[in-house]
């Protein structure tokens, strides 16, 4: 898929529709982390939360655009696992329900099927 082709980029939904928590030591503040640390909350001993995102979730610091429209993630090289492994793909390469779901929170319509799935 093309970056032009990315929904992801003309979405944000993800971002604003879920909790983004994530093992503490990912963020900067421990060695070789690299969320930073002030774009996050704690939320117990063990993991930490992106801003805007815990307790209740609203809307990610580190994204900026309009949801919907035009899109970016201001740390995107260095966003947490639980970002990166975000996918509008479920394995069986149907779209990922939980992509819809925070979609049609926004007033998106759902993704259309664009690849083979695998068998």
Same mark, same amino acid.
Request: glycine share 8%; proline share 6%; hydrophobic share 40%.
């Given at each position: 898929?093309?970056?032009? +082709?990315?929904?992801? /980029?003309? @979405?944000?939904?993800? @971002?604003?529709?879920? &909790?983004?928590? $994530?093992?503490?030591?990912?963020?900067?503040?421990?060695?070789?982390?690299?969320?930073? %640390?002030?774009?996050?909350?704690?939320?117990?001993?063990?993991?930490?939360?992106?801003?805007?995102?815990?307790?209740? %979730?609203?809307?990610?610091?580190? /994204?900026? !655009?309009?949801?919907? !429209?035009?899109?970016?993630?201001?740390?995107?090289? /260095?966003?947490?696992?639980? @970002? &990166?492994? $975000? +996918?509008?793909?479920?394995? +069986? !390469?149907?779209?990922?329900?939980?992509?819809? %779901?925070?979609?049609?929170?926004? !007033?998106?319509?759902? /993704?259309?099927?664009? &690849?083979?799935?695998?068998?």
């Amino acid at each position: 898929m093309s970056e032009s +082709d990315n929904p992801c /980029l003309h @979405c944000g939904a993800c @971002c604003s529709a879920y &909790r983004v928590a $994530f093992y503490w030591a990912e963020s900067d503040a421990a060695e070789g982390g690299t969320v930073p %640390a002030a774009m996050t909350v704690q939320i117990n001993p063990w993991l930490a939360a992106m801003r805007g995102t815990h307790p209740v %979730a609203e809307r990610c610091v580190a /994204l900026g !655009g309009e949801i919907g !429209g035009d899109v970016s993630c201001a740390i995107y090289p /260095l966003r947490a696992s639980t @970002c &990166r492994e $975000f +996918d509008i793909w479920a394995a +069986d !390469g149907t779209i990922n329900p939980h992509c819809t %779901a925070a979609r049609a929170r926004y !007033g998106l319509p759902a /993704l259309l099927l664009k &690849r083979r799935l695998r068998m």
